[in-house]
């Protein structure tokens, strides 16, 4: 039920993009589900966004986190005038965890999710990931920095920030595999060098068939 609900969640929070962006005039060329870490997830193509105004461009993205927070409070709503142990308690307690479940994961600005797109559109500073590495990587060299002295602080500050956490995420996914690695190949590896070994020196031996000419 919580994935289910989970979805549904993630759904709407879709559908917000994509009706605020047709409200401004803009065009959604697709909508769909991809795999992100082997996990399913919802996108909108929202790129004609690119051609509101700044405040129009905030609302696009921030629709969907607007959504969420609506679904949260009208689940709270439900969950306090339901009675203890029933479906509707269940399912409204559900639905409050999951949309602040997926508030929690879309407004990191760190990842390129909602809050990396609402940090470009709040202070319009386009790839802002990779601009922020561009700045450290002309500052480091010597090359001219072509930024403004209020887009050089954002981009200082953010560089480093995105840094640890990608080396957060891949070092816990490193560990992990390893960990699984360490744990699985030594046995497999065995069971394979034990099942040759047998193989290799107790060989089967070959009938040969003669027969009387």
């Known amino acids: 039920p919580f994935i289910l609900l989970t979805a549904l969640v993630v759904t709407l929070h879709e559908l917000g993009h994509a009706f605020t ?17 082997l996990f399913p997830a919802a996108y909108t193509n929202t790129t004609d966004s690119y051609c509101l ?17 609506t679904l949260a409070a009208i689940a709270l709503w439900l969950w306090n005038l339901s009675t203890t142990g029933n479906w509707l308690y269940t399912t409204s307690y559900l639905l409050m965890i999951a949309s602040l479940f997926t508030i929690a994961l879309n407004l990191n600005p760190l990842a390129k999710f909602d809050g990396y797109y609402l940090a470009v559109a709040i202070t319009g500073i386009n790839n802002l990931r990779n601009r922020a590495f561009s700045f450290y990587a002309h500052l480091l060299t010597g090359k001219p920095i072509n930024e403004t002295r209020r887009d050089s602080w954002i981009l200082a500050a ?14 816990f996914l490193f560990l992990r ?15 394979l060098l034990l099942i040759w070994a047998i193989y290799f020196y107790f060989p089967r031996k070959s009938s040969v068939a003669t027969g009387n000419r």
């Not at 962006?21 to 870490?37: A, N, R, S, T, W």
């Not at 595999?177 to 069971?191: E, G, M």
């Open 21 to 37: 962006l047709k409200q401004y005039g803009g065009i959604v060329p697709e909508m769909g589900f991809l795999f992100m870490c």
């Open 53 to 69: 105004s700044r405040w129009q461009r905030i609302l696009v993205v921030g629709a969907g986190i607007l959504v969420q927070i």
């Open 177 to 191: 595999i390893t960990d699984w690695i360490l744990l699985n190949i030594p046995t497999t590896a065995f069971l």
């Open 158 to 171: 953010y560089a480093p920030l995105s840094l640890a956490y990608i080396w957060f995420v891949f070092g």
